[in-house]
């Protein structure tokens, strides 16, 4: 409302305010425990009625329902266990020889020059080649048994390592570094004691993705030569054109993609709780 | 132990930025070199503690460092420098380890040193859970805890609020008072040169070089915030640098 002033010279003085706009906010996404579960659920009841109903054909996609079935038949047939057993070892042998020989060059192209300029380029010529198209090559090298599927596993998880390790060399605080110096810590000690624990966020990350990558190259590993796994499993009911097994294998990958991500967060939570 | 510095200077590519500094450090004295920025009193003290090399001059140790120093030049730094996934604890013992120590000794010193700075019940703290002003305790903790001979603090209160920075004035003087340790001060704030130091060493804009070195006698304890013959010191030091810090202030930078 708007008062004249008492000697009405016109000047005209607000009294009541209006509240200022708010325009702050956002951009600070927070977790929202419910929505990852709902949306799942979500996609899948539609899948379930678009199905039964008919306006999915059964040639476009099974029923969720019934590929819930094979599941439960795989499982009691005892040949979930079978399947899962030699993917599990694939996986984890493949996957720790990479991760740790990864990690290991990472530390070493993050702290020495010649090494660096050397192993870069290398690893840039490196990262873009489709790890499955070197199969044929690793039966040759490494045997048409599980040395050629751990080495696959292992080429294809250390580039990604390799990369997310050297970066998080470079990211550690260097005055952290010049003190240790300063102090007089042995250049072992300094590598341990605060390069890499200063690293290890980074490396955690860049771990989800080569573990990822590991899970995606299981597959392809075993294109050949393997009578059980779970992508053996896959690509027998892909080239039979077997939906439901075809589902049921995806489903299995990608639990194991949840599982493993959750346990890096587990492990970062648990290592990493020094983060403000 | 001493220190001399004996025509140090040095220059980063085409920008010459010390020049013919001569000191000495004697022993039990905290001596205070300010200068506008860019004078390279930071630089000064990498040289004074080994961590760069001057491309003229040298530094020299007189006499030997007293008996169990296990790292006889120990730098504070600005920034703190304390490891984030290490405890208080951990930060003091980290400068221990590789010196052979049995557990109880170095357990000893921990414990000695975090009382002497009053960190005693934050032992077990993680640095993101400290005040700037505790977290620079723990790393003067920290460097008491390998027996320095010289104490080299690159700006070590710049980062605090100034109540802050005045409480941990006062407890600077309290443990030099206790026991007299040698330091070697860089800052830029006249109040704590003044403050702190037995000498102010001024340096001049870029190339830096030794202006005046100012004796202040009086006893540390004695010094009060805002005594009238400290702001004397204070305004002397203040006349000296005032035009070589807006000199310096308008140059550009690597110009």
């Not at chain 1, 996957?95 to 840039?124: D, K």
């Not at chain 2, 010459?16 to 905290?30: A, H």
Request: with cysteine; aromatic share 8%; glycine share 10%.
């Amino acid at each position: 409302m708007l008062n004249k002033n008492s000697n009405g010279s016109g000047v005209q003085k607000e009294t009541q305010g209006r509240s200022v706009t708010f325009r702050g906010g956002g951009f600070s996404p927070k977790p929202r425990r419910w929505i990852g579960p709902v949306v799942f659920l979500f996609l899948i009841v539609i899948a379930e009625w678009g199905t039964r109903a008919g306006w999915i054909s059964a040639l476009t996609m099974p029923r969720p329902s019934d590929v819930f079935v094979t599941f439960q038949q795989l499982y009691e047939s005892g040949l979930l266990a079978k399947h899962l057993g030699p993917s599990l070892s694939r996986l984890v042998v493949g996957a720790a020889i990479g991760v740790s020989i990864g990690i290991g060059v990472g530390v070493l192209i993050g702290l020495f020059s010649y090494i660096r300029s050397g192993m870069v380029p290398l690893i840039a010529a490196i990262f873009p080649i489709p790890k499955i198209a070197l199969l044929p090559l690793f039966v040759i090298w490494f045997g048409i048994g599980e040395g050629s599927k751990y080495a696959l596993i292992a080429f294809g998880t250390f580039t990604p390592t390799v990369v997310a390790t050297y970066g998080a060399v470079d990211n550690v605080d260097r005055s952290l570094i010049r003190m240790g110096q300063s102090f007089g810590l042995s250049w072992w000690s300094i590598v341990r004691k605060i390069v890499l624990p200063g690293a290890m966020p980074g490396i955690l990350s860049g771990l989800r993705i080569s573990l990822a990558i590991a899970i995606i190259l299981l597959v392809a590993a075993e294109m050949l030569g393997a009578e059980y796994g779970i992508g053996a499993y896959i690509l027998e009911a892909g080239s039979l054109y077997d939906l439901e097994r075809l589902f049921a294998g995806v489903v299995i990958l990608s639990l194991l993609g949840v599982i493993v991500s959750t346990l890096i967060g587990l492990i970062e939570r648990y290592m990493l709780d020094w983060r403000s | 132990m001493d220190i001399r510095l004996d025509g140090i200077g040095h220059s980063y590519g085409d920008v010459e930025v010390l020049k013919d500094i001569s000191l000495d450090i004697s022993s039990g004295q905290i001596v205070c070199i300010v200068g506008p920025s860019g004078c390279g009193k930071s630089t000064l003290l990498r040289f004074l503690g080994g961590l760069e090399r001057p491309k003229t001059g040298e530094v020299l140790q007189i006499g030997s460092p007293p008996e169990g120093s296990l790292n006889p030049l120990t730098y504070v730094f600005q920034d703190f420098a304390l490891l984030p996934w290490r405890t208080v604890k951990g930060n003091v013992s980290l400068v221990l380890e590789g010196h052979g120590l049995r557990t109880d000794q170095s357990s000893a010193i921990i414990d000695d040193v975090l009382a002497r700075t009053k960190l005693t019940e934050f032992a077990d703290a993680l640095p993101k859970q400290l005040s700037g002003g505790m977290k620079q305790r723990v790393a003067i903790a920290r460097a008491l805890a390998v027996n320095p001979a010289v104490m080299l603090m690159d700006e070590p209160l710049s980062a605090l609020d100034s109540q802050t920075r005045e409480l941990l004035m006062d407890d600077l003087v309290d443990l030099w008072s206790r026991q007299p340790f040698t330091a070697v001060y860089v800052t830029h704030n006249l109040a704590e040169a003044v403050r702190l130091g037995h000498r102010v060493v001024v340096l001049s804009r870029r190339p830096g070089k030794i202006r005046e070195i100012v004796e202040i006698d009086k006893h540390l304890n004695a010094r009060e915030f805002g005594d009238a013959d400290l702001d004397a010191h204070q305004k002397h030091l203040w006349r000296l640098m005032r035009d070589e810090a807006r000199a310096a202030d308008a140059e550009l930078l690597h110009a």
